[in-house]
């Protein structure tokens, strides 16, 4: 995917995603080989937090819950990109077909330039939030030296070298969610966009049709329906790539909201930790205002569409 990295918004998403080798579509050993580390050290982590739920009280278990949901999100999203990652070049090709918004009128452009402002903040805030929390993940024990876990962890036997591997697994998950969490995320928003984008341009062609003659308009119809099915295409490719993990933010959003809120309220812990719960709670909101905001918006756009077509008088 390494020959989109200069769009407008798509870069941000795939530059984190190239840091872990993914920014081609040859499958080499390596990567191959470095795709299971990643994959594994979650499940390998998980062993560790499940072990503390036989001997948890109420309180506990509602954290130990939330650990397991952040393990289980870094993999489920790393996984899904990694099976649908050739699917995703595909929609990247077809972008090359994209009408260039800078062959429009001045308040196209205008408009344009600005949503891609407003999304390259988006982007750039949700990176800069992540790494600020991951900082202060890495910061958790010195605050508080009876926390030498920075995931809740239980360690069942008396193993020194089981110790520091979990320990040493935990801060290099803090990195690897660092990057695939928003990146996987920006790629998303940023393809939405350019769908959303690209159906606002197909409208404006549409609404000038009756400026053409007979000959002109006729091919200016075929030409508009041939865009509208590369852009139904690109979004059935879309919806099944993004489907699930969208529910999985539903129940995501809904679960562990539900426990930040519930810590923040109730449980007294020192400030650095608040301060991470906070950020937490903030970031699991926006991050699933994320996927549905665009998901509405593309729908809406593809409704748009339709009546636009109805309104104009391309019949004449």
Known sequence: MQHQTKD?????GLTLMSFLGESSSVTSKKLLAFRVFNSCLPVYLLVFV???????EFGMYLKYVQSAITLFHMLFKYVLFIYFKQDIEGILKDKIHFWNYRKFDEKTIRQTTNIYGIVNFIQNSSIAVSFAAILLYFLKPAFNSDDVYIIDAW?????????????????????VIAIIVPGYDSIYLSLCTHVVLQLRFLKRKLKQLSKYSHGSAEREIRMCIQYHQLLISIFKRMKRIYAIMLLFHYFVTLLTGCLDLYELLIRKSNLAYMAVMGMSVVFIYAQFGCYTIPAEAVATEFSDLSNSIYMTNWYD
Request: charged residues 10%; negative net charge.
């Open 8 to 12: 407008e918004i798509l870069h941000a």
């Open 155 to 175: 360690i069942f036997t008396d193993n020194v070298i089981i110790e520091v591997t979990v320990l040493a697994c935990q801060y290099y998950f803090l990195i």
């Open 50 to 56: 499940f072990a503390n739920f036989p001997h948890a």
